[in-house]
């Protein structure tokens, strides 16, 4: 069975920062579940992609969190990070970690940030 298990969410102040975790366990057929995206869904907003790692560690992330935004893996322990810097109201969101093989598509249930003075 695979679990994603996010942590590292919480209130804080605009400006501020956290590091979300996700660590996954488990795995599909014999096959170890990799986490490599970060989701959001912020209130009455459809679910959004943040962040990626790529195959070869690469990364890309949405327009709105460039420079702000860093995502991250520990490849020994199966964990990915999301660490957000200069956070601002408009990331207020639960925060997804996913990942998507052939083997299926498996979340997390999900870290709340807010960002609220």
């Known amino acids: 069975q695979v679990q994603l298990e996010e942590s590292g969410g919480g209130r804080v102040q605009p400006g501020g920062s956290l590091r979300l975790s996700c660590a996954a366990s488990g795995s599909v057929s014999g096959n170890t579940i990799y986490p490599t995206k970060w989701y959001r869904e912020g209130p009455g907003q459809e679910r959004e992609l943040v962040a990626r790692?790529?195959?070869?560690?690469?990364?890309v992330y949405a327009d709105s969190v460039k420079g702000r935004f860093t995502i991250s893996r520990d490849s020994q322990k199966n964990i990915i990070y999301l660490q957000m810097n200069n956070l601002k109201p408009d990331d207020t969101a639960v925060y997804y970690c996913?990942?998507?093989?052939?083997?299926?598509?498996?979340w997390g249930k999900g870290t709340l940030v807010v960002v609220s003075s």
């Open positions: 790692l790529l195959g070869d560690d690469a990364t």
């Open positions: 996913n990942s998507r093989t052939i083997n299926g598509n498996f």
